[in-house]
């Protein structure tokens, strides 16, 4: 079965950092193209990465250089690096597999993040 | 790169046909044929119902179907029934490595 397990959300400070897994099962993580996209309470779906199979990386401009996404083929695993956090990135992270055609399939359960002093 | 544009709710009663309508521009919608359409259901994953703009994942009931014209694509509802009832995102690719999402509608059944 084809599956995507998030973890590492929790309650973070301004400014700090945090550091999201994504655990895949039934396929690899390096020969598909891997996204990450969140949801702020009660809003909308917001694409924040992607990890090309040749290991190319392209962010949202809201997150570009403060995040970066990553991956461990040993342990079939997507990360994504979140450094100088700030209130408007608290958010429901969800990963999900690029299904060959810019479509998200499948999707993680997701991982709180939470901003806050 | 600005979100594309849904209405924010549609309603219906059981059995009807509902279109939810997404309106991008030329540089995404209007130029690429990736759009996808997303239901979640509150506090659950988005789940794939339509991509490459009118294709059914398999397992996805055939009362989803979409469409597109010009930069609109539309996720149409046919039987409508009460499981339906969620939120509806609509997303595509919109070149130079970007995603761009829906503002996403709420569908209520009556």
């Known amino acids: 079965e084809v599956q995507l397990v998030e973890s590492g959300g929790g309650l973070i400070q301004p400014g700090g950092s945090l550091r999201l897994s994504c655990a895949a099962s039934?396929?690899?993580?390096?020969?598909?193209?891997m996204h990450w996209v969140r949801q702020a309470p009660g809003k909308g779906l917001e694409w924040v990465s992607v990890?090309?199979?040749?290991?190319?990386?392209y962010y949202a401009d809201s997150v570009k250089g403060r995040f970066t996404i990553s991956r461990d083929n040993s342990k079939n695993t997507l990360y994504l690096q979140m450094n100088s956090l700030r209130a408007d990135d608290t958010a429901v992270y969800y990963c999900?597999?690029?299904?060959?055609?810019?479509?998200?399939?499948?999707w993680g359960q997701g991982t709180l993040v939470t901003v806050s002093s | 790169q600005s979100a594309l544009t849904q209405p924010a709710s549609v309603s219906g009663s059981p059995g009807q046909s509902i279109t939810i309508s997404c309106t991008g521009t030329?540089?995404?919608?209007?130029?690429?044929?990736?759009v996808s359409w997303y239901q979640q259901h509150p506090g659950k994953a988005p789940k794939l119902m339509i991509y490459?703009?009118?294709k059914r994942p398999s397992g996805v009931s055939n009362r989803f179907s979409g469409s597109k014209s010009g930069s609109t694509a539309s996720l149409t509802i046919s039987g409508l029934q009460t499981e339906d009832e969620a939120d509806y995102y609509c997303?595509?690719?919109?070149?130079?490595?970007?995603?761009?999402f829906g503002t996403g509608t709420k569908v209520t059944v009556l």
């Open positions: 999900a597999r690029d299904g060959g055609s810019s479509e998200f399939d499948p």
């Open positions: 030329s540089s995404d919608v209007g130029i690429y044929n990736l």
């Open positions: 990890l090309y199979g040749g290991g190319d990386t």
């Open positions: 039934g396929f690899t993580v390096f020969s598909n193209y």
């Open positions: 997303c595509s690719y919109a070149g130079s490595r970007n995603y761009v």
């Open positions: 490459e703009d009118s």
